[in-house]
Nanobody, 121 residues
Framework: QVQLQESGPDLVKPSQTLSLTCTVSGGSITANYYYWNWIRQPPGKGLEWIGYINYSGSTHYNPSLKSRISISRDTSNNQFSLHLNSVIPEDTAVYYC?????????????WGQGTQVTVSS
């Protein structure tokens, strides 16, 4: 079974860049035809899809966040990362990485446990 694990800072200051990494085991991030997603949940709010990088390296981002997002991958280490620029307190959330077997379905069969990120000065 595929496993995903998020890692990164738990506290960042406003205007800085948040960088998180998802390490995948039990499956290759280049395997056909999986999509690898970042999703977040602010306190008291619902899940918000951030974006993905797929098996071929193609990316797509939530239009509401697109200007501040970059998702990349390190195939040698079977990892993909989120970079969120110019963070604000409203970016405080639990951040998850998740695998989508069919792109565009928003059906995530496998999730990381999530990592809490707080944006505060």
């Amino acid at each position: 079974q595929v496993q995903l694990q998020e890692s990164g800072p738990d506290l960042v200051k406003p205007s800085q860049t948040l960088s998180l990494t998802c390490t995948v085991s039990g499956g290759s991030i280049t395997a056909n035809y999986y999509y690898w997603n970042w999703i977040r949940q602010p306190p008291g709010k619902g899940l918000e899809w951030i974006g993905y990088i797929n098996y071929s390296g193609s990316t797509h981002y939530n239009p509401s966040l697109k200007s501040r997002i970059s998702i990349s991958r390190d195939t040698s280490n079977n990892q993909f990362s989120l970079h969120l620029n110019s963070v604000i307190p409203e970016d405080t959330a639990v951040y998850y990485c998740a695998r989508e077997e069919i792109g565009g379905t928003f059906k995530y069969g496998d999730w990381g446990q999530g990592t809490q990120v707080t944006v505060s000065s």
